[in-house]
């Protein structure tokens, strides 16, 4: 199934991206290459992450520090992704959490490593390699123009396997 999204950066970044595909990084819910879930909201969280990031000096050693929005498309078979939005999903992630002494309301830094142990015990089961990974993440701050309160938190998509991304 295709699926589509935005992924915000800075011009000298997108330059790199269009010649050498992204790098994954390490985010909250596990390592990969974070798209906002295409909807008519993701423009504006991908600006939000951007001035955020840009605010906590990400971007500092950057030639050219201007805005750029890239749209990707991404595609994998059913059993390759994950809706981690599944209340089932959730209690086994927290179950694992406390199975290895971190309490996940408060050991932030150490959720990513959880998330990746939780993906391995799934791939384990599926006999298959989870490409890409659906989540809700917190909306970056300050970014006012998010409906939260009608819309919850926004979904991201984690894509664990960069060369899935094609740029649209």
């Not at 295709?2 to 596990?30: L, V």
């Not at 929005?69 to 994998?76: A, C, N, Y």
């Not at 209340?87 to 932030?108: H, M, N, Q, S």
């Not at 970056?140 to 409906?147: G, I, L, Q, S």
Request: proline share 4%.
């Amino acid at each position: 199934m295709k699926r589509y999204g935005h992924h915000a950066t800075t011009e000298s970044r997108a330059e790199i991206i269009k010649k050498q595909g992204f790098k994954p990084g390490i985010g909250r819910a596990g390592e990969g290459v974070y798209f906002w879930y295409k909807n008519k909201y993701s423009e504006i969280l991908a600006e939000c992450w951007y001035y955020n990031q840009l605010a906590e000096g990400s971007y500092k050693n950057d030639s050219n520090r201007t805005y750029y929005l890239l749209s990707g498309e991404f595609e994998s078979k059913d059993e390759e992704f994950l809706n981690l939005e599944d209340d089932e999903l959730k209690v086994a992630l927290t179950d694992l959490a406390e199975e290895k002494g971190i309490d996940p309301a408060k050991d932030f830094k150490k959720l990513p490593g959880i998330y990746g142990l939780l993906y391995d015990e799934i791939e384990k089961i599926r006999g298959t390699k989870l490409l890409i990974i659906m989540v809700r993440v917190a909306i970056p701050k300050p970014c006012t123009k998010y409906p939260i309160s009608a819309m919850g938190a926004p979904l991201c998509y984690i894509i664990r396997d960069s060369r899935l991304i094609n740029l649209v």
